[in-house]
């Protein structure tokens, strides 16, 4: 421990804790003490000034000269007088989430002499828990505190009374009270906050302790009753108050001092343990007051002890992930889809949605796609499109789940969780041939931005058979070169900034026009965000004309049945 870190009532304090078990008085009546003092010798005789009667209808004044005896007489007099006063009692104003009440137990003393080397103030207070399931030895405690320190410090002040030469104005004073810091059931944190002048000092000295009670038993708590036994908490702990305090306080220097010497101020809060430092220790003036959260301290603090209730489980995302999973299960809303003229069949539409979030990343997503009813090729069309969405739901929630554990192992909160979202439109319908594109945005927590994308699926409406790309142009000419161009030309007559053919990812491979669709107006090329232009235009989709394809088309294809369009 530091020594140069002594305040006179330290060692009143240690006394009085260590026998507050075994003594205490409840009186309302200060006790009357008897100080075996000597009055100072080395004050100078100072002369008042007072008037005095010679006739009805003149005055004169006359100088009575007041020795060093005779004016602590006068103080020794005026502090007997102030010891047998009763205690002043008042009720405190408490916050609302107090299940205790409180009074304030007070003693005061004002002396005031010619000499300020012969006065004094003093103001002293303490606190008594009122109300049942409340060990006496709590209220015990802090009124010897309370009682001790006025004893004391008017003991120091006759004892040096006049010893010092000392302009007006420096008389001995104190300001010393005991502050309710945290109430709970089972616990009661107080704080002693005092300001004193004692006699030879250089002036005002400050100081701030914190006691914490175990008010069932009226124990009060060390640092080995609320920490685990065997775990070096003020190692552990002294980084993390060191750094809040550098944050909290712009001018704070480390000053070199072990701070694992110096964790033994502290108090519960409903946020976490404040400590309260010794100003010197980072160079300030007023001593620093720091909270470390709850979740920081957890690990050290002993599971079966008075802070058991504020520890924070370990975050971990097991309870998040059985929650997004039993959603993912549940069985899908199905509405049917307006029928559009010229379809030939009929469809329903099938939507899932969740939102779970957390705090390290939420999880939401929404699906939507369509099935078939009708003859047996319906149902190879409905699971094939289904099996789709299924393995794309499934990835999106995996990866979603596992961005969140990086953020929650890596400490960091995003900015928003992670979202996902698929629709789908039918873009044909006739007697032969089915065709649908599932459009699809996704983002996951932390990222820069989202990603657009687009799955299309081209069905034989009686077989239920994919049809290819390939199988739609005549094997005869450069149908890539050409409808490549065709795609560039008109993308760049609409959007500005497209890349050329060459930049395109996949080109020259069909593999670049996979996402096909076919609608009664031409052929839907769809391109995911980033693959044929720069990601801030997004995903693109452009449709191409029949008559503008009529030289590569292969009429004996599946196009034949649309022939009547081309020509």
């Not at 070199?256 to 430092?277: A, K």
């Amino acid at each position: 421990m530091r020594s140069v870190k002594i305040f006179p009532w330290a060692a009143l304090l240690i006394s009085v804790l260590l026998v507050a078990g075994c003594s205490g008085s409840s009186d309302t009546q200060p006790p009357t003490t008897t100080l075996d003092v000597t009055p100072a010798t080395t004050a100078s005789p100072v002369e008042t000034t007072a008037p005095m009667a010679t006739s009805t209808s003149t005055t004169t004044t006359t100088t009575t000269t007041l020795s060093p005896a005779e004016q602590y007489s006068l103080l020794l007099e005026k502090v007997s007088t102030c010891q047998k006063q009763p205690y002043e009692i008042s009720p405190v104003t408490g916050q609302a989430d107090w299940p205790h009440e409180f009074l304030s137990v007070s003693t005061s003393c004002e002396v005031q002499n010619p000499d300020d080397n012969f006065a004094l103030f003093m103001n002293v207070s303490w606190l008594r828990v009122a109300g049942t399931g409340v060990d006496q030895a709590v209220n015990d405690t802090l009124e010897e505190l309370g009682i001790g320190m006025a004893e004391m410090f008017l003991e120091d002040t006759l004892s040096f009374a006049g010893d010092f030469d000392r302009d007006a104005g420096s008389l001995p004073e104190i300001g010393w009270s005991i502050d309710v810091s945290f109430d709970s059931p089972r616990l009661l944190g107080v704080t002693i906050t005092s300001g004193t002048f004692w006699y030879g000092r250089a002036g005002l000295e400050y100081a701030s302790q914190q006691i914490l009670f175990d008010l069932a038993t009226g124990q009060q708590l060390s640092s080995t009753d609320i920490f685990l036994p065997g775990v070096d908490w003020a190692g552990q702990l002294a980084p993390l108050v060191a750094a809040a305090v550098l944050e909290k306080y712009p001018d704070a220097q480390d000053a070199g001092w072990d701070l694992t010497e110096e964790l033994d101020n502290f108090s519960p809060t409903p946020e976490g343990l404040t400590f309260t430092l010794f100003a010197p220790l980072f160079r300030l003036f007023e001593d620093p007051v720091v909270t470390i959260d709850w979740a920081e301290v957890s690990d050290l603090l002993a599971t079966d002890g008075p802070l058991s209730n504020f520890i924070v489980a370990p975050p971990n995302l097991d309870v998040f992930t059985d929650e997004i999973l039993s959603c993912r299960n549940e069985n899908p809303a199905i509405t049917p889809v307006e029928h559009q003229a010229g379809w030939a069949n009929t469809y329903t539409s099938k939507s899932i949605s969740c939102s779970h979030p957390n705090e390290w990343g939420g999880v939401d997503f929404e699906a939507q796609w369509v099935q078939v009813a009708g003859p047996l090729a319906s149902q190879t069309i409905n699971a094939a499109i289904e099996s789709y969405l299924n393995t794309e739901l499934d990835r999106y929630i995996e990866w979603a789940i596992e961005t969140a554990d990086y953020n929650m192992t890596t400490n960091w909160t995003p900015g928003s969780g992670s979202f996902a979202h698929w629709g789908t439109e039918v873009t044909m319908d006739s007697p032969n041939l089915v065709s649908v594109v599932i459009r699809h945005w996704s983002y996951f927590s932390g990222a820069a931005n989202g990603n657009e994308s687009a799955q299309s699926f081209n069905f034989n409406a009686e077989t239920g058979q994919l049809i290819t790309l390939e199988s739609l142009f005549s094997a005869d000419n450069d149908w890539v070169d050409s409808l490549g161009q065709l795609a560039f030309d008109s993308l760049n007559s609409e959007v500005e900034g497209i890349e050329p053919l060459e930049n395109w990812q996949g080109w020259p491979s069909p593999t670049v026009f996979g996402h096909f669709a076919l609608s009664p107006g031409g052929l839907q090329l769809n391109f995911d965000e980033y693959s044929v232009a720069p990601g801030y235009l997004g995903g693109l989709s452009v449709t191409l004309p029949w008559p503008s394809l009529g030289s590569i088309i292969d009429i004996g294809g599946p196009m034949g049945y649309l022939y009547p369009m081309v020509d």
